[in-house]
């Protein structure tokens, strides 16, 4: 790919202010992000759940765990199992994860519902445990996390999925907090993946109706 020209400005929505640039080299040709475009669950998931702001400190903590658990495969596995690690731990209430025994996780093992690795099963109760004791310092979960991007959505329009990055400072800087927090499966590919999810940074293709603009 030849030469790419990236215009940023300083944009403003409900008050709150985002960083917005946007890749200049060609035209826009779809009407939603390349990479959703042949599956319907990832359509559904684009649609309804991906790169929409979420704040909430609970629903932040599932969303890191299960990034996690997609470490070396895809999204599209972890999203057609979701509902099966729901029910496996506890809707993930942190507090009833990091109560789980070391029974119910052998249980989980056995269960196709759920990638069947302990590593990845342990590190859901080992970040509910962490996940706590931070609570318990007196640390906000949620301001934490979006500190990383100083509280506003960093937004990019990438003329495709190829052009979007999978790490940046703000990730590597996430993963590095976290991973001193005791979380596991934080890897800065895995944050920059959890950013995109939760609307911290939003990189929906230029093509995509709902590119360069954050969503609440």
Known sequence: ???TNVRCVIGEKNSNSFLFCRFMDRKPSVTKCSWCSKNPLLERYHDEEWGIEERDPERLFECL???GQQAGLSWLTVLKKRQSYRERFHSFVPEKVAGMSDAEIDEALDD???IRLR???EAIRKNARAYLAFRQSGGDFSKFLWSFVNDSPVVTVPNSFADTPVRTSASDAMSKALRKLGFTF????ICYAFMQAVGM???HDAGCRFSGVPRR
């Open 65 to 67: 765990c299960l990034e």
């Open 201 to 203: 940074a939003v990189d």
């Open 119 to 121: 590593l990845k099963l």
């Open 112 to 114: 196709e519902g759920v």
């Open 186 to 189: 934080v890897g800065s590919t």
């Open 1 to 3: 790919m030849g030469k």
